[in-house]
């Protein structure tokens, strides 16, 4: 008799083990499909016009009291703030406003370009005249960077 519940406890090892398998591949694969869906369901940032009339309108635009900053976030690594104000000097109302920041080494190299909008569609418009306080968030600056602050150059405009 007590080879029989040996026999039983051996045949049963196997089969518990291969439902454990099934199971976490249905996991593994509902993971999968569901970010996938939730992926595809986020609508994709559109790059913001810049053609003629929003390249005029950007030759009116001025990027003052650069500020910049650096803290440690609750999981004790690097933050670097960049802050200042948007000038509008021109006669366009800008709606939104796209733009490349520049990290550069001492050799004046790119070490970083990132591209972020300082104006979305949900914000107040700034008016010919106006200016708009900024502050972005970065996550990680090269440690190659040379302490300077970033080069801010308009990539898109949506204008009213």
């Not at 045949?11 to 996938?36: E, H, K, W, Y």
């Not at 790059?47 to 003629?52: D, K």
């Amino acid at each position: 008799m007590p080879g029989d519940f040996e026999r039983e406890e051996k045949s049963a090892f196997p089969v518990a083990f291969a439902i454990g398998i099934v199971v976490v591949l249905v996991l593994v694969a509902g993971l999968i499909l569901v970010t996938r869906m939730t992926r595809s369901k986020a609508p994709a940032a559109q790059p913001l016009p810049f053609g003629a009339a929003e390249q005029a309108a950007a030759a009116r635009i001025h990027f003052l009291e650069p500020q910049m900053a650096q803290a440690s976030n609750y999981l004790n690594q690097q933050v670097t703030y960049v802050a200042g104000t948007i000038s509008n000097d021109g006669v366009a109302t800008i709606r939104e406003i796209e733009v490349n920041f520049e990290f550069h080494d001492p050799f004046k190299q790119v070490v970083l370009r990132e591209t972020r909008r300082l104006l979305g569609p949900n914000a107040q418009p700034i008016t010919g005249g106006a200016r708009r306080d900024f502050q972005i968030t970065l996550d990680y600056v090269p440690a190659e960077w040379d302490q300077q602050y970033p080069t801010i150059q308009i990539t898109g405009l949506r204008l009213e």
